[in-house]
């Protein structure tokens, strides 16, 4: 079934701008998230894209936190391979371009009005189906990467697995980062439900690379059943130190009973480095011998906005619960500074605000909160009285992240840091309020994602 706004706008003119587009995007369908893949699939059928393999491989990589650091590293690794590639992630954090990059480099404006344009078709043809903001977005990369198909394609999935629209291409290897609790609205909080949800991307017989040592016991069942590969952090792969000189030891090659491989002295990507393990591992299972040099120059050089990224005394990081947060104050805490650490918090209202302020707590001084427009919104006020019932120090409530971002730029130590977190749109709005003319000195300092001292 379609809505009205999607039979009016089926009537209309297709857009001309990928800035309209997104607008007719999202005001097409009224809920953001519809689980689910015959739909998508169908449309996906239409278009041909199963007429032929996607690329000449295919990695998906589904998780509660970690995916878009294993996904970069992944990138990295298989350019310093030689390989061509193709990278879909979400969401973005300034421009939508950030969710499909083609060998390494985001896709022009063009390439995303022509995959619109080919899934909107596509969506007509016959009875007109109902799409997402994110299933569209989804089939207008895989279009794009299907016109001309790489050595290398590497899938992030957008919530959960199983019925999730990048579900539908099935993987050469399938990757399950990690598993929390995240998005309980539609995966409620049943640790092994979620667990077999993200372990929905697997497939009978093929390599399942299982990059965390906490899944819960059904991510492993799932894999049993299906038949699939399972090679797992700690078992089959390892990593062994903790910073600069790390080693990897592995499965080589697709074969379960292969040789070991091993690779030593590997620099510290400033991402974690049980993901950056599981990249290695990911990448050997689909075909690629690995190369010692290629594997230290990929790692030395990868870069993820958002992920403790450091701008001057800024650090951004987009995680939104618990355990993306624990992780995060852990490495605040390890690299202490002499002045204090000012959180500027703003969440969406269907996240574990209180969770993500428990994990925090112990790395923060001082919290300044902002509000999140758009349906999903939390305002400023909400998080000042969740962390002021915890007895936590709210020195001021902003109504956005920049207006929050000001305030604090003015009333900044020279010793203090901020952290920046909560959400991709903090971020992403944090980001741009750095760019901006009135913070043009910020430009000059870091702005990688390595986690350098401020």
Same mark, same amino acid.
């Given at each position: ?60 990589v589904a998780g509660t936190n970690g995916k878009g650091s294993t996904v970069a590293m992944l990138e990295a690794l298989a350019h310093a391979h030689g390989l061509t590639t ?76 199983? /019925? ?26 049943? /640790? ?17 690379? /299982?990059?965390?040592? %906490? ?31 790390? #080693? ?12 070991? %491989?091993?690779?030593?002295? /590997? ?27 290629? #594997? ?5 050089r990868v870069r993820l906005p958002g992920r403790m990224q450091w701008r001057g005394q800024w650090c951004l990081d987009v995680g939104h619960n618990p355990h993306a947060a ?10 202490? #500074? ?82 920046v977190c909560g959400s991709f749109l903090t971020v992403g709005a944090v980001l741009q309020w750095l760019a901006g003319p009135v913070q043009s000195g910020q430009t000059d ?10």
């Open positions: 079934m379609t809505s009205g706004a999607e039979r009016a706008m089926s009537e209309s003119p297709l857009p001309t701008t990928l800035d309209a587009w997104l607008a007719r995007l999202e005001a097409a369908h009224p809920v953001g998230i519809d689980l689910g893949l015959a739909r998508v699939a169908e449309v996906a059928r239409r278009m041909a894209l199963f007429a032929r393999p996607l690329a000449g491989r295919v990695i998906t193709a990278t879909y992630t979400s969401p973005h954090l300034v421009r939508y371009n950030e969710r499909l990059h083609l060998d390494g480099e985001e896709a022009d404006d063009a390439t995303l009005i022509d995959g619109f344009r080919a899934v909107e078709h596509a969506r007509q043809a016959g009875e007109t189906i109902s799409l997402t903001y994110f299933e569209v977005g989804t089939l207008a990369a895989l279009w794009a990467i299907s016109r001309r198909p790489r050595d290398l394609a590497i899938l992030e999935v957008g919530l959960g697995g199983r /019925l999730d629209a990048v579900n539908i291409i099935d993987p050469d290897v399938a990757v399950v980062t990690t598993v929390a609790q995240d998005h309980a609205a539609f995966l409620g909080t049943d /640790l092994a439900q979620i667990g077999r949800e993200k372990a929905g991307i697997l497939r009978p017989g093929r390599p399942a690379v /299982l990059g965390s040592r %906490a899944l819960p016991a059904s991510v492993r069942e799932v894999a049993d059943s299906l038949g699939a590969r399972v090679h797992a952090l700690g078992e089959a792969f390892t990593r062994e130190g903790a910073a600069e000189g790390w #080693c990897w030891r592995g499965v080589a090659g697709s074969d379960p009973s292969g040789d070991d %491989a091993a690779i030593s002295d /590997l620099p510290d990507p400033g991402l974690p480095l049980d993901n950056a393990a599981t990249a290695l591992q990911a990448l050997s299972l689909s075909g690629v011998t690995l190369d010692t040099d290629a #594997c230290r120059r990929a790692l030395a624990a992780y995060l104050a852990g490495r605040l805490q390890d690299r202490p #500074c002499r002045g204090r650490t000012l959180a500027l918090l703003a969440m969406q209202g269907d996240k574990d605000a209180d969770g993500v302020i428990a994990a925090l707590a112990p790395a923060v001084d001082g919290w300044v909160t902002a509000g999140l427009e758009g349906e999903r919104g939390r305002g400023a006020d909400d998080l000042a009285r969740r962390l002021d019932e915890r007895g936590e120090h709210v020195l001021q409530r902003a109504a956005s992240p920049a207006a929050a971002a000001d305030w604090l730029a003015a009333r900044l130590g020279a010793e203090d840091r901020v952290l300092t870091d702005d990688s994602s390595r986690e350098v001292a401020p």
